[in-house]
């Protein structure tokens, strides 16, 4: 049984681009977050992504959007990024309304902007 | 706003030694989380705590649930040096209609000397 994977691992990219980064959650989850990770921080909630809609938004600038496809896969793009946007992305999957209501974290897209 | 605060944010203490890692939060939740992390890595789910004066243990670990007091207790009994790691605990940062995104503490960084 996979669990949550990311792609790609690690990325560099330049201020003003562009990024998008890809999650495929556990088998069988429907339910798609992501948080951002600041060198030596708890994770910050971005957004989350049910039925391919988003559902909640954390305080994120409009330059982070996202995508839920019908194979409940799930994109992060970020333009216009910035030297703060250098972070570890975390992808955490879900089924919704399940008891026990775990959330299983992916192993992150670590970016770096220079 | 939700916040959450945990306490100590570093604790170093030595192996066979028995120690507790506080988690307060700011508002009413029905369903707190603890994750662990290693250096580089990503976040491993301990416990989800889902009603008041939930207890959950899992080796070394047990985590308890005070939702009146909005207080959450990590115990580790007997530290040995594999339980190093940063302990994070997480709230439901709006349980309403299903949306379950995540608050996070800044963390735990326990270091367990032999």
């Known amino acids: 049984d996979a669990g949550v994977t990311q792609s790609p691992t690690h990325l560099i990219k330049t201020r003003g681009q562009q990024v998008t980064l890809r999650c495929s959650p556990k088998?069988?989850?429907?339910?798609v977050s992501w948080y951002q990770q600041a060198l030596g921080q708890g994770p910050q909630f971005i957004f989350q992504?049910?039925?391919?809609?988003?559902?909640q938004r954390g305080n994120f600038p409009d330059r982070f959007s996202g995508h839920q496809f019908p194979n409940y896969s799930s994109e992060l793009n970020v333009n216009a990024l910035l030297l703060g946007d250098s972070a570890l992305y975390l992808c955490?999957?879900?089924?919704?309304?399940?008891?026990?209501?775990?959330?299983?974290f992916g192993p992150g897209t670590r970016l770096t902007v220079t | 706003e939700l916040k959450v605060e945990q306490n100590p944010l570093f604790l170093s203490m030595q192996e066979g030694k028995n120690y507790t890692i506080y988690c307060n939060y700011s508002?009413?939740?029905?369903?707190l989380y603890w994750y662990r992390q290693d250096p580089g890595k990503s976040l491993e789910s301990l416990f989800v705590l889902l009603s008041n004066g939930a207890v959950k243990q899992e080796g070394r670990l047990m985590a308890s649930l005070d939702t009146k007091a909005r207080l959450s207790t990590l115990h580790i009994t007997a530290a040995v040096h594999d339980l190093s790691a940063t302990y994070f605990c997480a709230v439901v940062t709006d349980s309403g209609g299903g949306a379950d995104g995540l608050t996070f503490g800044k963390g735990t960084h326990l270091i367990i000397q032999p």
């Open positions: 955490a999957s879900s089924l919704a309304f399940l008891e026990g209501y775990e959330q299983y």
């Open positions: 508002t009413t939740s029905d369903r």
């Open positions: 088998s069988g989850h429907d339910t």
């Open positions: 992504y049910y039925e391919e809609e988003e559902r």
